[in-house]
């Protein structure tokens, strides 16, 4: 069959988006364009004609709103660009277009690509193209697309090679050490580096793959393991001035709470102990009894009787807030979608319904001028804006309510945008069975597939960046899949279903090597079984990717064959990929090799221990004065221009409160 191609607008009036660009063109990049018209593009491969004629009004255009071509309308002075994501990011147009051919044809095998195509009318110079396609195409997620018609829709897919083993690792001197760190693009330290040699010299015998790097890097990262929190601080002083009375007193109790709590044993001074002492002591005074502890790591739980039609129940209320501040930052509606995404995750594998979110975020200005945008930064205004539809996008799609919408602009987001999602969901205690897997348990990868998007997400955000990092970072961004989520939560609702799972994990930050890792001590997990969005991807990548949407859950072996049946019947892919053992090793296995065989012991050290001085600088002088107000009412309109102060309504509007209701 040959590949067809369509091209999809907005008819008048409908055409918000075009008319959103030509405002931005001629307003912020001074581009004197006279009309902006936007095409959806799409290439079909693998259907018929009479099938592909019924699709166009039933899936590829909505008649009322849309107009539909065979050939791209021209006039004189058009310039077309064309855009599409990179080979590896998920396209959910793409995919749903997939799955709506499957149900209108009951057959399997066609093929979508997607493009966006800009037709521009104006006397545009070569300069004036060149800006639009900087400000429109982010090479994190995106590239240009060719205007030719392809002669296949396949991935040019090359074989995997073989996971090497890395020679003379075990036998290296400190320098070759550090240039690896940095050819590898490492998160860790020189320090956690030395003692994996040192372990890999010493315990094991030999040099470990790339795999095993790559899979304690992310293990041991800041954004898995907290370590920048979890840093012991040595030394603390704090300057001796009125302005810093609170933060010394503030320590001092906190020394004296220490040294009630840790009288019988030694422990570190570090962030993470000064922010949560105050609840270890009030549990050690018998207090916080509503709090429900477990082995799972998901979200922070307790305890509520909830009056259920008269009847009193026990019922678990989870709490959760996400940051995505650098995938955002760099992929603005991708990263913000996979916050709130990966915010409903945390609970959601406690098996709770998510019910309600917040967002809060901090942006630079984005009414900054283009050509202020910092060297390696996308401009504010294309952060701002396009980390609000992504976040909006994503809850309106799964049907999350978004309560609190409130952004912050400060000078200092500049330098990394904050992106914060809370949620908060519920399920009855009764629905939830937390129990210690055993041998002879499987693990079953539930949900989407796996593919390149978010390799390295974890360590990726937990290392220092620099003017290249938007144009290298790109797999680390992934892209969300609400409809996927939606069906997981739908199964997850249900107790015949989640009564049979014993610990369940998201595939959050680290992928399989994290979320399948941190169930239990002994597994063995076959990459080969991990289902896979296409082929191509090396045991490394399978192990590493955070391909979102996607839970790990732990289950008795006898149970699989009525969990895969309730999987089925919510249309979602579940695959047993590990079984437990009684090891205490993390094992995995790639085309019938070993390429991660560690010990759990040495896994569980999370890296070299991290020491650090600490000094608290007082507010330079004057920092509190207040400047006295002569006249109100210039006054009154200064404080009016702030940002600040400025009124939210468009952007709270971009959310709906009242899915659900």
Same mark, same amino acid.
């Given at each position: 069959?040959?590949?067809?191609?369509?091209?999809?607008?907005?008819?008048?009036?409908?055409?918000?988006?075009?008319?959103?660009?030509?405002?931005?063109?001629?307003?912020?990049?001074?581009?004197?364009?006279?009309?902006?018209?936007?095409?959806?593009?799409?290439?079909?491969?693998?259907?018929?004609? $009479?099938?592909?004629?019924?699709?166009?009004?039933?899936?590829?255009?909505?008649?009322?709103?849309?107009?539909?071509?065979?050939?791209?309308?021209?006039?004189?002075?058009?310039?077309?660009?064309?855009?599409?994501?990179?080979?590896?990011?998920?396209?959910?147009?793409?995919?749903?277009?997939?799955?709506?051919?499957?149900?209108?044809?009951?057959?399997?095998?066609?093929?979508?690509?997607?493009?966006?195509?800009?037709?521009?009318?104006?006397?545009?110079?070569?300069?004036?193209?060149?800006?639009?396609?900087?400000?429109?195409?982010?090479?994190?997620?995106?590239?240009?697309?060719?205007?030719?018609?392809?002669?296949?829709?396949?991935?040019?897919?090359?074989?995997?090679?073989?996971?090497?083993?890395?020679?003379?690792?075990?036998?290296?001197?400190?320098?070759?050490?550090?240039?690896?760190?940095?050819?590898?693009?490492?998160?860790?330290?020189?320090?956690?580096?030395?003692?994996?040699?040192?372990?890999?010299?010493?315990?094991?015998?030999?040099?470990?793959?790339?795999?095993?790097?790559?899979?304690?890097?992310?293990?041991?990262?800041?954004?898995?393991?907290?370590?920048?929190?979890?840093?012991?601080?040595?030394?603390?002083?704090?300057?001796?001035?009125?302005?810093?009375?609170?933060?010394?007193?503030?320590?001092?109790?906190?020394?004296?709470?220490?040294?009630?709590?840790?009288?019988?044993?030694?422990?570190?001074?570090?962030?993470?102990?000064?922010?949560?002492?105050?609840?270890?002591?009030?549990?050690?005074?018998?207090?916080?009894?509503?709090? #429900?502890?477990? $082995?799972?790591?998901?979200?922070?739980?307790?305890?509520?009787?909830?009056?259920?039609?008269?009847?009193?129940?026990?019922?678990?209320?989870?709490?959760?807030?996400?940051?995505?501040?650098?995938?955002?930052?760099?992929?603005?509606?991708?990263?913000?979608?996979?916050?709130?995404?990966?915010?409903?995750?945390?609970?959601?594998?406690?098996?709770?319904?998510?019910?309600?979110?917040?967002?809060?975020?901090?942006?630079?200005?984005?009414?900054?001028?283009?050509?202020?945008?910092?060297?390696?930064?996308?401009?504010?205004? !294309?952060?701002?804006?396009?980390?609000?539809?992504?976040?909006?996008?994503?809850?309106?799609?799964?049907?999350?309510?978004?309560?609190?919408?409130?952004?912050?602009?400060?000078?200092?987001?500049?330098?990394?945008?904050?992106?914060?999602?809370?949620?908060?969901?519920?399920?009855?205690?009764?629905?939830?069975?937390?129990?210690?897997?055993?041998?002879?348990?499987?693990?079953?990868?539930?949900?989407?597939?796996?593919?390149? #998007?978010?390799?390295?997400?974890?360590?990726?955000?937990?290392?220092?960046?620099?003017?290249?990092?938007?144009?290298?970072?790109?797999?680390?961004? !992934?892209?969300?899949?609400?409809?996927?989520?939606?069906?997981?939560?739908?199964?997850?609702?249900?107790?015949?279903?989640?009564?049979?799972?014993?610990?369940?994990?998201?595939?959050?930050?680290?992928?399989?090597?994290?979320?399948?890792?941190?169930?239990?001590?002994?597994?063995?997990?076959?990459?080969?079984?991990?289902?896979?969005?296409?082929?191509?991807?090396?045991?490394?990548?399978?192990?590493?990717?955070?391909? !979102?949407?996607?839970?790990?859950?732990?289950?008795?072996?006898?149970?699989?064959?009525?969990?895969?049946?309730?999987?089925?019947?919510?249309?979602?892919?579940?695959?047993?990929?590990?079984?437990?053992?009684?090891?205490?090793?993390?094992?995995?296995?790639?085309?019938?090799?070993?390429?991660?065989?560690?010990?759990?012991?040495?896994?569980?050290?999370?890296?070299?221990?991290?020491?650090?001085?600490?000094?608290?600088?007082?507010?330079?002088?004057?920092?509190?004065?207040?400047?006295?107000?002569?006249?109100?009412?210039?006054?009154?309109?200064?404080?009016?221009?702030?940002?600040?102060?400025?009124?939210?309504?468009?952007?709270?509007?971009?959310?709906?409160?009242?899915?659900?209701?």
């Amino acid at each position: 069959m040959s590949i067809h191609r369509i091209f999809v607008r907005k008819r008048e009036g409908f055409a918000h988006e075009a008319t959103s660009m030509y405002q931005t063109l001629r307003t912020e990049l001074n581009i004197p364009v006279k009309a902006v018209t936007i095409y959806e593009r799409y290439d079909i491969e693998g259907v018929s004609d $009479e099938d592909l004629a019924n699709a166009k009004q039933l899936i590829f255009s909505e008649p009322p709103v849309d107009e539909l071509f065979d050939t791209l309308p021209e006039t004189e002075h058009t310039h077309i660009i064309a855009t599409e994501y990179v080979p590896g990011q998920y396209d959910q147009r793409a995919d749903s277009a997939e799955q709506c051919l499957a149900m209108l044809t009951l057959k399997s095998g066609a093929t979508v690509r997607t493009a966006r195509v800009f037709a521009l009318e104006g006397n545009l110079s070569a300069d004036d193209l060149a800006r639009i396609k900087h400000y429109y195409i982010n090479p994190v997620d995106s590239r240009e697309a060719s205007l030719e018609i392809p002669t296949s829709l396949a991935l040019d897919v090359q074989p995997p090679m073989p996971v090497e083993s890395l020679k003379n690792f075990i036998t290296a001197d400190e320098a070759t050490l550090k240039s690896l760190r940095q050819e590898l693009g490492l998160a860790m330290s020189d320090a956690d580096l030395a003692l994996i040699q040192d372990y890999f010299a010493n315990t094991e015998k030999r040099n470990p793959t790339i795999t095993e790097i790559h899979v304690l890097d992310t293990y041991w990262s800041d954004h898995c393991r907290h370590t920048t929190f979890m840093t012991e601080l040595t030394d603390i002083t704090i300057d001796d001035t009125p302005e810093t009375a609170p933060i010394r007193a503030a320590l001092e109790e906190y020394m004296a709470g220490r040294g009630v709590l840790y009288a019988s044993r030694k422990k570190a001074r570090t962030l993470m102990d000064m922010a949560t002492l105050a609840v270890k002591e009030l549990r050690a005074q018998g207090g916080l009894k509503e709090i #429900d502890e477990s $082995e799972e790591i998901n979200a922070c739980t307790i305890i509520v009787p909830v009056d259920v039609n008269g009847k009193t129940e026990e019922w678990l209320l989870l709490f959760k807030n996400e940051t995505h501040n650098h995938p955002t930052e760099i992929e603005p509606y991708g990263g913000a979608a996979t916050c709130l995404g990966g915010c409903i995750r945390d609970p959601l594998s406690g098996r709770a319904y998510v019910y309600q979110a917040m967002r809060v975020t901090g942006s630079g200005n984005p009414l900054t001028p283009l050509d202020e945008t910092l060297e390696g930064k996308l401009p504010q205004v !294309q952060i701002t804006t396009g980390a609000a539809r992504g976040y909006s996008s994503y809850g309106n799609q799964i049907g999350l309510a978004t309560g609190e919408v409130r952004e912050y602009y400060h000078p200092g987001y500049v330098a990394k945008r904050m992106e914060i999602g809370a949620v908060i969901g519920a399920a009855p205690r009764s629905n939830v069975r937390r129990e210690e897997p055993v041998p002879g348990d499987i693990v079953v990868l539930l949900g989407g597939q796996t593919g390149r #998007d978010g390799c390295g997400g974890a360590t990726g955000s937990s290392k220092e960046h620099d003017l290249s990092s938007l144009a290298s970072c790109g797999a680390e961004v !992934q892209k969300g899949n609400p409809l996927t989520e939606r069906k997981i939560q739908r199964l997850f609702r249900r107790p015949e279903v989640t009564t049979l799972i014993k610990r369940c994990n998201d595939f959050g930050a680290g992928g399989v090597s994290v979320a399948i890792g941190e169930l239990t001590d002994g597994l063995l997990i076959n990459l080969d079984t991990v289902p896979k969005k296409y082929e191509g991807l090396d045991g490394t990548e399978l192990a590493i990717s955070e391909s !979102q949407e996607r839970m790990a859950c732990v289950i008795a072996a006898k149970d699989w064959e009525a969990f895969q049946k309730y999987c089925d019947e919510e249309n979602l892919e579940a695959t047993i990929v590990a079984d437990v053992t009684d090891s205490n090793r993390l094992i995995m296995t790639w085309q019938g090799t070993n390429i991660v065989d560690i010990s759990r012991n040495f896994l569980n050290t999370n890296g070299a221990d991290q020491h650090q001085k600490a000094h608290v600088a007082s507010p330079v002088s004057g920092y509190y004065n207040t400047t006295a107000v002569t006249d109100i009412k210039a006054h009154w309109l200064d404080t009016m221009k702030d940002l600040a102060v400025t009124s939210q309504q468009g952007l709270g509007e971009r959310f709906d409160s009242t899915i659900g209701a």
